[in-house]
């Protein structure tokens, strides 16, 4: 039986869907002014990893992640750049979904805007109004009110009193309480027309906050089965979301929530001030987004990623092991995956034990040495599957090895050119010739391997 680490107990719980033999799961996504980075990869393939493994377990899964497009920085990037939002934002969506496809995440069943929610934004704002929980501040935004309900801090393990500290700020806006969030922005003279909406408690756009649990109560219901985000969400987004969901419809919000761990660089924290701040595209000009995937999935989705050459330059050469493999030795072509054959069933507890994806890659590095050693088609293909199951060794073994799109057909040609005068140099016993052929390729980062059906190549 899966198992999930539940942020809000603290502890692995049993899985237990609302509905049995469906899931349906909430994952904040992505605030589209800028490209993607590291952190958003992290999000996206940890996730896809939940809901593929959700799916391979045999659950029909409605996965929701979400799209930000609207905020004061979207608003700032689009002025300073003299475009619309919509223009800014439409182009860095493409650009999202451009390295989500890279590194094998699947598209969610529903990747809502947040410009398109805000009649059930309102909605909500004043089904809080109507409990006392929102009043509208003194400069015309609509706050909720921190205090009046009564769990806030249960996801975080943050009491008011400890949150306390925050009231020697002067109170800004017109808050009643400096720990108070705004749900409704009022407008601003200087904010452009489409960013404003017009509303009872008047004209403005949403906070932050209000859009999750709006879009997730209209696409997934009041209360539903998983809500995952990165860890920097706890607190104070999610607790914010269980703050106005479970306030507005008086129950229970969410069963489990799921939280993955930081992103560092070279045991730093990810950030622009330190200038080790990387986009996802900046990463895939050197390493294939395979390796940049296996990379992720081979820490527990809970633990610290730390991301250095050296790491990255691990995982390629791992991943390569695992490939090589599958050039060596061709999978069964009739293989049925089969749960109750021992290493499955390894793989199979790995992933129930809150996605264990580390445990469950050991298991494939098992199965690679098993078909390596017997030449066992029927281990190959086991491998292959139960790579596939988390997105994994799903391209041809040599052209992955070869460089795959990194290798264009003009590069491959002049390898195998160069292949070709090495061999004719050992026929004619110009071994010298051969080896220097060898070496300089080497030096290029490209390694040969002789063998029984000929010379190929892989990239070193």
């Known amino acids: 039986m899966l198992k999930i680490h539940n942020t809000l107990s603290r502890k692995k719980e049993q899985f237990t869907p609302i509905e049995p033999g469906k899931v349906r799961m909430?994952?904040?996504g992505m605030t589209v002014y800028d490209y993607c980075h590291l952190g958003h990869a992290r999000v996206m393939v940890v996730f896809d990893m939940v809901a593929r493994w959700l799916r391979a377990s045999g659950y029909d899964v409605t996965y929701v992640r979400n799209i930000t497009d609207i905020d004061d920085k979207s608003i700032k990037r689009a002025q300073e750049n003299g475009e619309s939002i919509r223009a800014l934002t439409d182009r860095f969506i493409a650009a999202m979904h451009e390295d989500a496809d890279a590194l094998g995440v699947l598209r969610p069943n529903h990747e809502p805007r947040a410009t398109e929610y805000v009649q059930p934004m309102q909605k909500l704002i004043d089904r809080l109004f109507e409990r006392g929980?929102?009043?509208k501040a003194a400069n015309g935004d609509v706050c909720y009110a921190v205090r009046k309900?009564?769990?806030y801090g249960k996801l975080s393990g943050k009491s008011l009193d400890e949150l306390r500290a925050g009231e020697r700020v002067e109170v800004a806006g017109g808050k009643q309480d400096p720990l108070d969030f705004v749900l409704w922005k009022h407008s601003r003279p200087e904010e452009p027309a489409e960013v404003k909406w017009e509303y009872h408690l008047g004209q403005g756009r949403p906070g932050w906050h209000i859009e999750c649990s709006a879009m997730s109560s209209e696409l997934l219901g009041k209360q539903f089965d998983i809500h995952g985000g990165g860890a920097d969400l706890q607190f104070p987004h999610h607790e914010n979301e269980i703050a106005q969901?479970?306030?507005a419809h008086q129950c229970s919000f969410v069963n489990y929530w799921m939280h993955n761990g930081f992103v560092r660089v070279d045991d730093e924290k990810m950030s622009k001030s330190l200038g080790n701040f990387f986009t996802i595209r900046d990463v895939l000009k050197d390493y294939a987004p395979e390796v940049v995937r296996f990379f992720i999935l081979r820490a527990h989705y809970r633990s610290p990623l730390n991301y250095s050459d050296?790491?990255?330059a691990d995982a390629r050469q791992a991943l390569t092991r695992l490939y090589t493999t599958l050039r060596n030795v061709a999978p069964a072509a009739d293989f049925v995956l089969d749960w109750n054959e021992p290493q499955a069933a390894r793989f199979q507890a790995a992933m129930d034990d809150d996605f264990n994806t580390a445990e469950a890659l050991s298991v494939l590095f098992?199965?690679?040495n098993e078909a390596n050693r017997s030449q066992s088609a029927?281990?190959?293909?086991?491998?292959?599957a139960l790579a596939g199951v988390l997105g994994l060794l799903e391209q041809d073994a040599q052209a992955f090895l070869q460089g795959g799109s990194e290798a264009g057909s003009d590069e491959t040609a002049a390898i195998e050119a160069r292949i070709a005068a090495r061999i004719a140099a050992k026929k004619a016993r110009n071994f010298a010739e051969a080896d220097r052929i060898r070496a300089e390729l080497l030096a290029e980062g490209i390694a040969l391997e002789d063998t029984a059906q000929g010379t190929i190549w892989?990239?070193?």
């Open 310 to 312: 050296a790491h990255l």
């Open 133 to 135: 929980l929102a009043y």
């Open 378 to 384: 029927t281990a190959a293909a086991q491998l292959k």
């Open 149 to 151: 309900f009564e769990g």
């Open 245 to 247: 969901s479970e306030g």
């Open 26 to 28: 909430y994952v904040c």
């Open 458 to 460: 892989r990239k070193a």
């Open 366 to 368: 098992d199965l690679a």
